[in-house]
């Protein structure tokens, strides 16, 4: 009934196995791959008609992680998977990036990819096997693709790269000192395809190493694809790529001048309006017949790229009159808005971000549910970019992919220079809100994130900046690397290579390559000129930051402070009764968690201090030999309780009262009344042992015996 095809191999520390021909038959291509105990499913299906006027590529990809994959069951009022979570949309847009530009061009049916996550061993990431598995799947479906690629995630601790680091080894990166670098790379056999990390101020040979290191660990990998395909993948799909050539030769002869002329505009919206046109005119000069090929955007967009292109590998000279290495002119501002904690604006160009920080306590924080464990992060960063930024309407809704892809980079990128949860206990949130974009706005986020914490006053170790770079490779291997793209250069050039990171370090590296031709050396001239970018970048931004900011007065404050674990049931209280009362007296927020740390948040320092001297005396012992302030809460015929340490009480014994014989306590004690007693001790059975003799009763300082003269004594 079942013709199963398999495949395995030692891959590291785990066994890979690729297996198709039991599950999804009816896809064309469906194969599963397991690593370890984690086991994902892959699922592709392709249109074989291309729809009418379809001029770009339809590829959707979804990855699905089942939470049954991890005996888990889903939280929520419904008790299912919903929305895709952000994990979900971030492993999608990385199985995307790498294989999209391998599919034949021209190609421009339907195809679909669906990941999903079978099993969970919670050691290793299924975001890896779940690219593995859709490269494999689109082999052997027979849609036109020219893979296939593989991917691997890289370590990096005492200087070794690590092959597929466990799911612990990667999680709190920042609160792990050892491990410095959190890296995805996806390639084919010979090109490095996408790159995607988190890195802890890397230099650049140490990243290069690292991506390096990665291709040549993915190489068996993709040695055993091509293997499991000889033997089980379908015929081809008979798919021979348009040949538009009339039609190219018509558009450039109908507009190359004007074009030429349109891209030779330094100012976008006017560039814009002025290609607009061409196109226009262009399209006035076409037969019917050539307008109605489905193939005219692409004969457009050819004739704009050779422009673009050309003039740049030629002459050394961009569409904005730049050369390949300069930054565009910066302008950074801080403490814009009056009652945020913080706020920046960035200008680079044509590309602005208003980024905002604000400082939340511990119920700030976000509650993450992962199939690998429920967790809390402490460092929010959400990215918005509203058609206007582009001088375009367009609908209004929830972030998209392309708003949680950036946000991830920009978050990546600051996560090395955030102080340690212990010296700044806030929950902070940066929101970015790009306001121009003709470029990187996510390079602009990083810089913008950076002013705006600094200017909330967070001790961050250093400043961020990012730039985005780019390439033009021709056929010939000629090649230019540019500094700072525009958005068409983007759009039409062939790499975008985005690098953020401090004076010291790289942060953050992500990668696209649209061709299958990018060597070490040029890696290696890129990663050079992004650095000299970066640091012209991050002096522009100290021009923006005079000193240190002062802490806004609209931010809470928090202390922290660390009790015993032991006396957390006493801070907490029966049903919360203890910790609720604290909270009403004080007026601050009370937060502690497993290990004993209490964070206290206030605007106001008075109720900080309150809340903190009502757990001290909840959860603080007393010392021998100190005078505490007590009130007298019972008097029996052999003395008196005071209570003097929080809920404490201690007996001051009758012939400790004063240095006189008392008939009874009363004579000189009452119920209520406040005495200043010295704790001398315990006694066997840990009684509390006080005195109020030694102690004077109106200074509260102890009474010292006077020392008889020598000359007396004798």
Not at 328 to 340: F, H, Q, S, Y
Request: with cysteine.
């Amino acid at each position: 009934m079942f013709d199963v095809t398999t495949k395995s191999m030692q891959w590291g520390e785990e066994t890979l196995t690729l297996e198709t021909g039991k599950i999804a038959r009816q896809a064309d291509g469906s194969v599963i791959a397991t690593l370890g105990e984690t086991r994902v499913m892959a699922n592709v299906t392709f249109a074989r008609e291309q729809k009418p006027g379809q001029d770009f590529f339809p590829l959707t990809v979804h990855y699905q992680e089942k939470y049954y994959a991890a005996g888990k069951v889903p939280g929520g009022f419904f008790k299912r998977e919903a929305r895709p979570t952000e994990k979900e949309t971030l492993t999608a847009r990385l199985i995307d990036r790498p294989i999209r530009p391998l599919f034949v061009p021209g190609f421009k049916n339907e195809v679909l990819v669906m990941c999903t996550v079978l099993s969970h061993d919670l050691v290793n990431d299924p975001d890896i096997v779940a690219m593995i598995a859709a490269s494999a799947a689109l082999t052997i479906s027979g849609v036109p693709f020219m893979g296939p690629i593989a991917g691997c995630r890289v370590g990096f601790v005492d200087g070794e790269y690590v092959l597929n680091p466990t799911v612990d080894d990667m999680q709190d990166l920042r609160l792990n000192p050892e491990q410095r670098l959190d890296l995805v790379v996806a390639g084919t056999k010979d090109a490095v395809m996408m790159v995607e990390s988190e890195a802890y101020e890397l230099t650049e040979a140490e990243m290069l190493g690292a991506v390096t290191f990665a291709h040549e660990q993915i190489q068996p990998v993709v040695d055993l694809i091509i293997a499991f395909a000889e033997q089980c993948a379908k015929e081809p799909f008979d798919f021979t790529p348009p040949d538009y050539s009339d039609l190219y030769a018509a558009v450039k002869a109908a507009g190359e001048e004007q074009m030429r002329a349109a891209f030779a505009i330094t100012d976008k919206q006017e560039r814009t309006a002025a290609v607009a046109a061409a196109r226009e005119a262009i399209k006035a000069a076409l037969t019917e017949e050539q307008l109605a090929d489905g193939n005219l955007g692409s004969a457009l967009k050819k004739l704009e790229a050779g422009i673009l292109r050309g003039d740049v590998v030629k002459g050394g000279k961009r569409i904005d009159g730049r050369d390949t290495t300069t930054v565009r002119p910066i302008v950074a501002e801080t403490g814009l808005l009056p009652r945020t904690h913080g706020s920046a604006l960035f200008t680079r160009g044509e590309t602005q971000g208003l980024v905002v920080t604000t400082l939340g306590t511990g119920d700030d924080e976000q509650f993450i549910d992962a199939l690998h464990g429920n967790f809390k992060s402490n460092f929010l960063l959400h990215y918005n970019f509203p058609p206007y930024s582009v001088g375009e309407v367009g609908r209004v809704g929830s972030p998209g992919r392309r708003e949680i892809g950036h946000g991830k980079l920009a978050w990546r990128a600051l996560q090395a220079v955030l102080p340690a949860p212990t010296d700044f206990p806030y929950t902070i949130r940066v929101v970015s809100e790009i306001t121009e974009s003709n470029g990187s706005s996510s390079m602009a986020s990083v810089c913008g994130g950076s002013l705006s914490m600094m200017d909330a006053g967070v001790p961050l170790k250093s400043a961020v900046a990012g730039v985005a770079m780019g390439l033009i490779l021709e056929d010939d291997g000629s090649y230019a690397v540019l500094t700072d793209i525009l958005g068409d250069e983007d759009h039409l050039g062939d790499m975008d290579f985005k690098v953020a990171g401090t004076e010291n370090g790289i942060t953050s590296l992500q990668m696209d390559i649209k061709v299958a031709g990018i060597t070490p050396e040029i890696m290696e001239k890129a990663l050079s000129q992004a650095k000299d970018g970066r640091m012209h970048i991050l002096g522009e931004m100290n021009k923006a930051l005079s000193g240190a900011a002062d802490f806004s007065v609209h931010a809470p404050r928090i202390e922290t402070m660390q009790i015993p674990t032991d006396k957390i049931r006493e801070v907490i209280g029966s049903g919360g009764k203890v910790i609720r009362e604290i909270v009403e007296v004080s007026g601050a927020k009370v937060d502690i968690n497993d290990d004993g740390i209490i964070k206290i948040a206030s605007p106001n320092g008075d109720s900080i201090k309150k809340a903190y001297d009502m757990i001290w005396s909840i959860v603080a012992e007393p010392e021998e030999g100190q005078i505490y302030t007590g009130k007298v809460v019972k008097i029996v015929d052999f003395g008196a309780f005071v209570n003097f340490f929080g809920k404490r009480d201690g007996l001051v014994h009758v012939s400790q009262i004063e240095n006189r014989r008392l008939n009874h306590p009363s004579d000189v004690l009452k119920e209520g009344q406040e005495v200043k007693v010295k704790l001398l001790g315990f006694d066997d059975r840990g009684k509390v042992r006080l005195s109020m003799k030694v102690v004077d009763q109106e200074t509260g300082e102890e009474i010292v015996p006077e020392k008889k003269e020598a000359s007396e004594a004798e």
